[in-house]
């Protein structure tokens, strides 16, 4: 409410959009604090539409985001990583906003108790009441975003976000069901001591990548400094673990995936906007994450994110600049 007020024309949809995830994130967080003892761990049998085994979670989660925002009358489209279309809401309650999100990032390694995280993009309408909301409606660059930021399921169950004012981190304080303001504008260091990749792809690597990875972990003598490595394999654990330690994350291109793994609308979009704005950057190697104008809504990209001075060095070498 507070950061509503920075903003004279605010109708209270925006906050109360973010508050139904909120409350998305509390009953999928009881739900994963639970997997274990419920029968929701597991694949279901069906495969999204890039391929990936479905979750049990990844359904529920998927599903739970969906219903608390589908007749709010504050949404008028959502696409998720879950859905191989976009899915418009009924005609008589679209509101102004658009949802994209990722409703269980990193669900491999649900079944191993490893954190996870539910990652989301808000974006202005751009399509008239009369002509229905579309496709186009998510097909906007990531600089567009009015808002931006994950949920990470770990040790404890916290909400970073962005509306553009600042970075803002929030705990759930499970005995009162409630997110309390832990870590208000979280700003990243310059530079990173760890960098986080997942090395086993060196070989399928460009010699450019390879010279980056290879700066980080050994220094440069001059530029860039020697670093630690720390790599979970789950997007939103180690985007949160560098942005709060100072930390460089990679998933480039390789010979298998030359447009990467990572989607950028639901994916790279959000978190380089929240991570842009605690003082951070992202790029593809070539340019900046929000600036890339998306042609499909699955689409994916390269990933470099985290301290600015080292996705700065990264850009150079991979730009020969
Ligand atoms: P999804 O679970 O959303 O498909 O996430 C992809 C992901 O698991 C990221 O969380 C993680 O950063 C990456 O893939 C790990 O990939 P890899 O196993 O190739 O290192």
Redesign the pocket.
């Known amino acids: 409410m507070e950061q509503e007020r920075l903003h004279p024309e605010a109708t209270g949809e925006l906050s109360n959009l973010l508050y139904d995830l909120c409350l998305a994130a509390k009953i999928i967080s009881r739900q994963v604090r639970r997997a274990g003892l419920t029968d929701i761990l597991g694949g279901s049998g069906t495969l999204n539409v890039s391929g990936?085994l479905q979750q049990k979670l990844d359904m529920f989660a998927n599903e739970t985001v969906r219903n608390a925002v589908q007749h709010t009358g504050r949404v008028c489209i959502t696409a998720s990583?879950e859905d191989e279309g976009p899915v418009v809401c009924p005609r008589e309650e679209q509101g102004k906003y658009v949802l994209l999100y990722?409703p269980l990032?990193?669900?491999?390694n649900i079944d191993v108790n490893v954190s996870i995280g539910t990652i989301f993009s808000i974006h202005r309408r751009v399509t008239g009441q009369q002509e229905g909301a579309s496709e186009l409606d998510c097909l906007q660059p990531g600089y567009r975003q009015v808002a931006a930021g994950y949920i990470l399921y770990g040790s404890s169950t916290m909400l970073v976000y962005t509306t553009g004012q600042g970075v803002h981190g929030f705990t759930l304080d499970p005995t009162i069901g409630e997110f309390l303001l832990s870590h208000p504008d979280i700003r990243s260091p310059d530079v990173g001591k760890y960098y986080s990749v997942?090395e086993s792809h060196w070989n399928k690597w460009a010699p450019g990548i390879q010279r980056v990875v290879g700066a980080f972990k050994n220094g440069d003598g001059g530029r860039v400094e020697a670093k630690n490595a720390r790599y979970i394999?789950?997007?939103v654990a180690?985007i949160h673990r560098n942005l709060m330690s100072g930390g460089v994350f990679l998933?480039p291109a390789d010979a298998i995936s030359p447009q990467g793994?990572?989607r950028l609308l639901y994916e790279a979009a959000p978190l380089a906007f929240v991570v842009e704005q605690a003082g951070g950057a992202a790029t593809d190697g070539r340019r900046n994450i929000l600036d890339i104008k998306p042609t499909a809504l699955h689409q994916r990209t390269p990933l470099i994110i985290g301290s600015k001075q080292d996705v700065a060095f990264a850009q150079s070498v991979l730009t020969g600049q």
């Open positions: 990936d990583e990722d990032d990193g669900s491999t997942n394999g789950s997007l180690d998933y793994k990572l």
